[in-house]
C-alpha cells in the first residue's frame, strides 16, 4: 500500500521558514507538493523528477526549494514566507515522467495534507 506522510507544517509569521518532509513507502521518478487554500483550487507548488529536474510556480520561485534524500524522502524548504502561502500542503508521487509536473490531476497518489499558516 502506497503512502505519503508529511510532516514539519505549523504557524510562523512572514519573513519566516518552515522545512515540510515526505516520507514515501516506495520509490516514484516523479513527486510534487501542492497547496490548497480554502475557496481555492489545488496548485502545484514545486516538483522533483528521478533526473533531478525540478520545477517550481512562478509565485514561490526564488523563496522555496524542492529536494530529495534516499529517494523516499521529499523535502521542501520555504523561506521568505508570506502570508498568501497559507495553506494545506500535499505531497504527492506519480510513478512515471510526465509533461506537465505542477498539474495535480498527473498524480495518482497523495498524502493527507499538513497545514501551513502565515501571519502578517
Known amino acids: 500500500q502506497v503512502q505519503l506522510v508529511e510532516s514539519g507544517g505549523g504557524s510562523v509569521q512572514a519573513g519566516g521558514s518552515l522545512r515540510l518532509s515526505c516520507a514515501a513507502s516506495g520509490y516514484f521518478f516523479t513527486m510534487g507538493w501542492f497547496r490548497q487554500a480554502p475557496g481555492k483550487e489545488r496548485e502545484g507548488v514545486a516538483a522533483m523528477k528521478g533526473d533531478g529536474r525540478s520545477y517550481y510556480a512562478d509565485s514561490v520561485k526564488g523563496r522555496f526549494t524542492i529536494s530529495k534524500e534516499n529517494a523516499k524522502k521529499l523535502y521542501l524548504n520555504m523561506s521568505s514566507l508570506k502570508p498568501e502561502d497559507t495553506a494545506m500542503y500535499y505531497c504527492?508521487?506519480?510513478?512515471?515522467?510526465?509533461?506537465?509536473?505542477?498539474?495535480?490531476?498527473?498524480?495518482?497518489?497523495w498524502g493527507q495534507g499538513i497545514q501551513v499558516t502565515v501571519s502578517s
Open positions: 504527492a508521487a506519480l510513478d512515471e515522467d510526465t509533461w506537465y509536473p505542477l498539474q495535480h490531476d498527473e498524480y495518482n497518489y
